[in-house]
């Protein structure tokens, strides 16, 4: 080997040197991959280090997240802010370049990755913005929005399930600017893939309608560009290049082997390692002449001001459009929205209908749909349950704009999705699923939570109260799973009018994801005063109250919280002095002042009953040692929701029953 590899080499040195340094790290990748990261970045990727944020840049998503170090190493190269300091504290508490790439913590990082297979579908999701925002807002001599998605990707996140769920969809809607690197190296941490992972990747990206180019060498040059060349031409379909590697290339006794996945090479075959690649350098030691090639401040400084001039063009011929552009961009939402809401309030408080919190939510989003044009919905094959569509949807295809995206039976690679939509930016994404599929999709829901997304998952059928399609349907753990991971906010209405400030939140939140737990069956529509409309806000608050010296707090969620009023009202008539406390959203009510805490659940009453038919684990911390909770603590049963709610415990007689045992014992 010589050193006209040196740009490459580049990468590797800095990716052995940094594992070795933290003792820690994923080399092999890195090694593999950095003769396509070169041309790549080199040649092909519009970006400007100078500005990580620039609104028509290029995507770049590495779904092989572990091998994070060759991300760390190109940014650092390109000029973004990331020193060789920070390389040095690769994997380090409190560092700019962690194990795997965190969305907010380095410059230039697209999205949080490393559980494999997100990333791609990720990649799909930022495609689908891509297109839909330039199907909006492009004019024939102005195309603002305008870029590819490049996504890396090894064998394990091709193996991985959600990969096939996303990239059939990606090929359905021919997404046409999204390009697969896959970086075909035949090795994973067990050692040799040709044991558990035979397919015919070719005939599957085929039959997904991709357009697939096979079959080369990830080490030539020449080669990795012409392919990257020839991808961008092509139209209507999304792009996979296989490249053949060798992991861990250049390393003389662990290339093509496991042992250099997720381990340091060790000093001594680093120095092998070196030797073998000509490279004559100390550790994060970079020539000048390697910085000067790889800078992409110029070029990118260049790219985005000619950018800012098409722009403002088109500011002046489109005025409108522009500015809802960068009012979408920039996440803000219409300056009526404070009128737009006040609306709907007044409408809804005078209302006495009795309908459930999923319709409630599609009245809902049918009052906001004309507002907020940003709002990108969709469902897992489910959307007349769901109740995802309203009468402006307009479904996402290969040929034409729209807003709704029928996801098919595809939960996990809906939700990530999803996620890729809201990173992009431009959009308020939002999807539905049953409660109890939330299984499938539960990675990605915690990575949406994790990377701060803005993003609202509508999950519906919400309790035993699905009924006849028996416990394989009914949620029993999944509210209080959503409840515990952080960054979660977690709605349960118990009526449209709680279902309505529920939506309010969710889309005013931009600091993360939100859960709407909507019911199947109608419910009662509870008539409140307009402070205590205002404290829904709040998350919890008082809701009904017989202003005496208290024997009892009821506390509920949903729709059992018709349950807590009917008993508080004979309670009452039996002399028993009871306060009735809807709990809609306990992430927001924690947040509140203690002082307000205290006023609704005063820590000196110490008898409460809380009614909630899920797991009754959650609820501890409200009933204290001397409450009690009416919830599950198995799994429901196949019955008419009238039977199993009786079965249950989940009655008018069976609440009353409990509340007199506490207040009198």
């Not at 067990?190 to 997904?208: L, P, Q, V």
């Not at 006495?352 to 507002?371: C, D, L, M, V, W």
């Not at 509508?458 to 753990?477: A, F, N, V």
């Not at 509140?592 to 009754?616: C, G």
Request: glycine share 8%.
């Amino acid at each position: 080997m010589n050193s006209k590899k040196d740009l490459s080499n580049v990468i590797r040195a800095i990716s052995m040197d940094s594992v070795q340094l933290s003792n820690s790290g994923h080399p092999g990748t890195p090694m593999g991959m950095a003769d396509i990261a070169e041309i790549l970045w080199r040649f092909f990727l519009k970006h400007n280090p100078n500005n990580p944020l620039w609104e028509n840049r290029d995507r770049f998503i590495l779904s092989n997240g572990h091998g994070s170090i060759l991300l760390y190493s190109i940014l650092h190269l390109t000029g973004y802010d990331l020193s060789v300091s920070d390389l040095k504290k690769f994997r380090k508490l409190n560092s700019k370049t962690p194990g795997h790439p965190e969305i907010g913590c380095t410059p230039g990082i697209e999205t949080t990755t490393g559980p494999l297979g997100q990333g791609i579908s990720i990649a799909v999701g930022m495609a689908i913005a891509e297109r839909t925002l330039g199907l909006y807002f492009n004019k024939k001599k102005y195309k603002i929005v305008d870029h590819y998605t490049w996504v890396f990707a090894g064998d394990g996140c091709l193996m991985e399930g959600i990969s096939h769920e996303a990239c059939s969809l990606a090929g359905t809607l021919g997404l046409e600017k999204l390009i697969l690197i896959y970086d075909k190296n035949n090795i994973s941490i067990d050692g040799n893939t040709d044991y558990w992972f035979s397919e015919d990747i070719k005939k599957r990206f085929e039959s997904y309608h991709w357009h697939v180019i096979d079959n080369i060498d990830g080490h030539d040059s020449k080669s990795i560009f012409n392919a990257i060349k020839t991808a961008q031409k092509i139209k209507n379909k999304p792009v996979i290049i296989i490249f053949k590697t060798i992991i861990g290339f250049g390393s003389p006794n662990k290339s093509g082997t496991a042992d250099v996945h997720g381990s340091p090479l060790g000093k001594e075959e680093i120095i092998l390692s070196k030797k073998n690649l000509d490279w004559k350098y100390q550790p994060f030691e970079i020539p000048d002449f390697i910085y000067s090639k790889w800078d992409a401040k110029k070029k990118g400084k260049l790219l985005e001001d000619s950018w800012n001039k098409v722009f403002s063009k088109y500011k002046k011929k489109y005025p409108k459009l522009a500015f809802e552009y960068k009012r979408r961009m920039n996440q803000k939402l219409p300056k009526n929205w404070n009128k737009i809401n006040k609306k709907l309030i007044n409408i809804l408080k005078s209302s006495n209908e009795s309908i459930s919190t999923r319709q409630a939510s599609k009245n809902i989003i049918e009052y906001f749909g004309p507002h907020l044009l940003e709002l990108l919905g969709g469902s897992a094959d489910l959307s007349p349950s769901n109740l995802t569509k309203w009468s402006g949807s307009k479904s996402i295809n290969k040929y034409k704009l729209g807003n709704y995206i029928n996801y098919g039976v595809r939960e996990f690679g809906m939700t990530s999705i999803s996620n890729g939509i809201s990173q992009h930016g431009g959009f308020i994404p939002y999807s539905g699923t049953f409660l109890i599929f939330l299984e499938y999709a539960r990675n990605a829901v915690r990575m949406a939570a994790l990377m701060k997304t803005r993003n609202i998952f509508i999950y519906t059928h919400d309790s035993i109260g699905l009924g006849e399609d028996g416990p394989t349907h009914q949620p029993i753990e999944q509210i209080s799973s959503l409840r515990l991971t952080p960054n979660m906010s977690v709605w349960r209405p118990a009526d449209a009018l709680e279902t309505a400030i529920a939506w309010k939140n969710s889309i005013e939140r931009k600091d993360g994801p939100t859960s709407l737990i909507l019911s199947r069956q109608n419910l009662s529509f509870i008539k409140r005063n307009d402070v205590q409309i205002k404290d829904i806000n709040r998350g919890g608050y008082i809701i009904r109250d017989s202003l005496k010296k208290l024997d009892i707090i009821l506390v509920s969620t949903g729709s059992e919280l018709q349950l807590a009023i009917s008993a508080y009202e004979k309670l009452i008539n039996l002399g028993y002095s009871v306060r009735v406390v809807s709990i809609p959203s306990t992430d927001i009510f924690e947040k509140q002042k203690l002082s307000y805490k205290n006023l609704v659940l005063p820590p000196e009453v110490e008898k409460r009953l809380i009614i909630e038919a899920s797991i009754k684990d959650y609820w501890y911390k409200y009933s204290g040692l001397k409450g009690k909770i009416i919830g599950m603590k198995t799994f429901g049963d196949s019955a008419p929701a009238i039977d199993l709610f009786k079965k249950f415990g989940f009655t008018i007689d069976n609440v009353i029953k409990k509340s007199i045992n506490l207040i009198e014992n």
